[in-house]
């Protein structure tokens, strides 16, 4: 056999690694990270990365000569590692994702058509204060926003610390303004 078909019998070997890997790296869904958070944005982007690096580790050890059997070994070991941390950073992002902690959301001050804001006002008790609270960015694209207000505007029920609203469904259309509140900020 020569050095040539060596080299294609090695990485036809390795073909459903890779095949595995690429499934891997296509569910770390690293082009959709619109909505999420700086940081879950960076561990994602470091999934990514990790993935692609043992990739090229495998496809290059498996066109290494048959001479070349140790440079091998030690390129599917650094593989093996590089695919270690990114399993377990895609695993990491399959359990932060669906529980909304990596969603990245803005505080906003709100401003309602009237009419919205009289029903707004009914329900939670919020006459005359300003509305504030968080949502998520790019909730606007949507047909309705879920705005959680902040402490402030929540109305207690009762002793027991019962508010009477604490998330809101509010239709984007209702919707006149929004000022973006940040840290220092406070509603006046």
Known sequence: MGVRSTANAGLANTAPILVALFAALVAT?????????????????????????????????????????????????????????????????????????????????????????AALDELCWTTGQPIAGTMKTGALEGQFVVLTLDPSVRVPIDSHGDVRCDSVRIPVDSILALRELHAKTTPH
């Not at 599917?76 to 590089?82: D, E, F, L, S």
């Not at 990491?92 to 529980?99: D, E, Y």
């Open 29 to 117: 869904d690293p082009f959709n990270i619109r909505g999420r958070s700086h940081w879950a944005t960076a561990l994602n982007e470091a999934a990514l990365v990790f993935w692609v690096v043992t990739i090229v580790l495998v496809i290059w050890s498996g066109m290494l000569k048959e001479d070349q059997g140790a440079r091998a070994t030690r390129y599917r070991r650094v593989a093996i590692g590089c695919g270690i941390v990114a399993a377990a950073l895609t695993l990491t992002m399959f359990v932060v994702v669906p529980t909304g902690l990596a969603d990245d959301k803005d505080h906003f001050e709100v401003t309602l058509t009237p009419a919205s804001r």
